[in-house]
């Protein structure tokens, strides 16, 4: 009798299971649809491609690792990576130290959701009307910077076409376009910290300064890790922006790896050795986030 009574309480409960877990399958499966649709596939077919001559004039045929060996003997690509290190370097080195500061002025000073917002809203914008805006900006003839400059009796410069400017002014549009969200980010990592960590500080005589370099930066390293793994992942994959301004030049001083991918593919048609630099892309990406995870010890925190 009892076993019956039990069984009879546990029907209507399977029943409510069975119904929300096919709500949780019509919610994921939108989304799991697309990911297979528009990343899993053409990741997949991706790595096909890179042991193909595929030119999307012919079918395409299996070359094994010639893409691979080819790459080896291309200075084009060696040059891309180099410059796509330098713009990663000065880009994530500028941002995170602004970003810092912003948090930091954020924390102490003000915590208007105002303030925030207009923090927020370069990175809202798209990154082509960004690049379209400070290509205006920095116009060699008409533009507002360089007026100023002419103003004040300094040289006009070629912020877009001087080899040795190009990149760092690159570099500066993404930094002025992702400060804000990354300051957030940071923000959120201090808000965090327990006000008593500072008030024990300042009861051992810690300076501002000293309780931010002693405190806050040891406790805020997994929320600083996460930001630099993000701030990698985004530099290397930066193409808009040159996309709009520079395409490349002058002279391959702005042609990225991703550019290079692009113009190989889409300019070239040679997807096949597009497809081997992309997907060797991918591997040093993984390797570089490992290594960023072990230095930074990013799944441990100081407030344990």
Do not use: C
Request: aromatic fraction near 14%; proline fraction near 4%; hydrophobic fraction near 55%.
């Amino acid at each position: 009798m009892t076993t019956t009574s039990t069984a009879r309480r546990r029907r209507p409960m399977l029943r409510e299971r069975r119904r929300e877990t096919w709500y949780a399958i019509a919610f994921v499966l939108p989304a799991a649809i697309g990911f297979v649709a528009f990343y899993l596939v053409p990741a997949v077919r991706g790595v096909w491609l890179s042991f193909t001559n595929y030119d999307l004039f012919s079918p395409g045929e299996f070359v094994g690792g010639e893409n691979y060996a080819k790459i080896v003997d291309d200075h084009v690509f060696w040059n891309a990576l180099l410059v796509t290190l330098e713009y990663v370097v000065v880009n994530i080195g500028l941002q995170t130290a602004v970003a810092l500061l912003l948090a930091a002025l954020m924390q102490r000073l003000a915590r208007s959701l105002v303030i925030r917002g207009i923090l927020l809203v370069p990175y809202m914008v798209s990154g082509v009307v960004v690049a379209l805006l400070w290509q205006w900006l920095l116009d060699y003839q008409i533009g507002i910077v360089n007026n100023a400059l002419d103003f004040i009796g300094l040289p006009r410069q070629s912020f877009f076409g001087d080899p040795a400017l190009a990149i760092f002014t690159v570099a500066f549009i993404n930094v002025w376009k992702s400060m804000g969200y990354t300051a957030l980010l940071l923000f959120a990592g201090l808000q965090a910290i327990p006000k008593d960590v500072y008030e024990a500080a300042a009861i051992d005589g810690a300076s501002e300064v000293k309780a931010f370099w002693r405190v806050s930066l040891p406790l805020l390293r997994p929320v600083l890790a996460l930001v630099l793994i993000i701030s990698l992942i985004g530099s290397f994959q930066i193409f808009d922006t040159i996309a709009v301004t520079t395409k490349g030049g002058p002279v391959n001083a702005t042609r990225v790896i991703y550019y290079y991918i692009y113009d190989l593919a889409f300019n070239r048609y040679d997807f096949g050795y597009a497809s081997a630099i992309a997907l060797v892309l991918f591997v040093i990406l993984i390797g570089i986030t490992l290594i960023q995870l072990r230095l930074t010890r990013a799944n441990k925190s100081d407030l344990a």
